[in-house]
Nanobody, 124 residues
Framework: QVQLVESGGGLVQAGGSLRLSCAAS????????MGWFRQAPGKEREFVAA????????YYANSVKGRFTISRDNAKNTVYLQMHSLKPEDTAVYYC?????????????????WGQGTQVTVSS
């Protein structure tokens, strides 16, 4: 079993920055892609960013492109989401997820493992 644990969420003013971390542990970890998703109250879970584990190719939702950066540290089995220029509409619970098979990175159902989520609140 693989466990994903997010950290780094919190309360920040609009225009501020936060860095989220997601540490993977458990049996030998091998993912095709790691993704960050978010879910605001009353809304569906939406794709934020993804990174392929081996090549490090990155993908972003249009709403965060240019403001968020996803990266990974293979040695530490950790993926990061650096968030700058945060807006109130970025407020949500952010989830880390791992997908072990090749497939679309932007859709939640293909991901095998999920973290418990971390709250990000951006005040105006």
């Amino acid at each position: 079993q693989v466990q994903l644990v997010e950290s780094g969420g919190g309360l920040v003013q609009a225009g501020g920055s936060l860095r989220l971390s997601c540490a993977a542990s458990g049996r030998t970890f091998s993912a095709y892609v790691m993704g960050w998703f978010r879910q605001a109250p009353g809304k569906e879970r939406e794709f934020v960013a993804a990174i392929t584990w081996s090549a490090g190719s990155t993908y972003y939702a249009n709403s965060v492109k240019g403001r968020f950066t996803i990266s990974r540290d293979n040695a530490k089995n950790t993926v990061y989401l650096q968030m700058h220029s945060l807006k109130p509409e970025d407020t949500a619970v952010y989830y880390c997820a791992a997908r072990t098979s090749i497939g679309p990175y932007w859709t939640p159902p293909g991901y095998n493992y999920w973290g418990q989520g971390t709250q990000v609140t951006v005040s105006s």
